[in-house]
């Protein structure tokens, strides 16, 4: 049965590339490790103000996190959501349950921290909450798709 609604597979490697490099220099720039011009300073911002300065020493820095996510969804999405090189309904199924598992593991994951953290590190949390359900899927997919791989060499 043909799936619907997915990239074909040479976007995969695409996918990952882009989100593997937006996370990295997310997450350098988030942590003070890597200061790049503002790329993003020129787009207005239509609801809300473009300035965070209280987030670090005064200096705006929403504009590059901005690009980072969604550069990160981007390239998640179509990391996520593209074909396999062959396609069928075992790799549908795969598909299905992984993003189940994902669901349940972000919304569990979810709970522990509205019980667990308050005040403004759990404003962090949420931050790293936006993009959690795509990576744990596409953790689960990969690595369930690789021990697939490995056990039917096995038993070749």
């Not at 995969?12 to 993003?40: D, F, I, R, S, T």
């Not at 590190?121 to 690595?143: D, S």
Request: charged share 15%; proline share 5%; aromatic share 12%.
């Amino acid at each position: 049965m043909p799936t619907r609604y997915l990239f074909p597979h040479r976007y995969k490697l695409l996918g990952l590339g882009l989100a593997a490099v937006a996370l990295v220099l997310g997450l350098l720039e988030w942590y003070n490790l890597l200061h790049l011009p503002h790329l993003l300073a020129w787009l207005p911002s239509p609801i809300g103000s473009a300035d965070l300065p209280d987030l670090v020493n005064g200096r705006q820095v929403r504009a590059n996190h901005d690009l980072y996510a969604i550069v990160l969804i981007g390239g998640g999405l179509l990391a996520a959501c593209s074909r396999e090189k062959h396609e069928d309904e075992y790799i549908a199924q795969l598909r299905l349950e992984s993003l189940l598992w994902a669901m349940y593991a972000y919304y569990a994951l979810l709970v522990l921290a509205f019980l667990l953290v308050s005040g403004m590190p759990f404003f962090e949390v949420m931050t790293y909450a936006m993009f959690t359900p795509l990576l744990l899927f596409l953790v689960r997919f990969h690595v369930v798709l690789f021990r697939g791989a490995k056990a039917a060499m096995h038993a070749e």
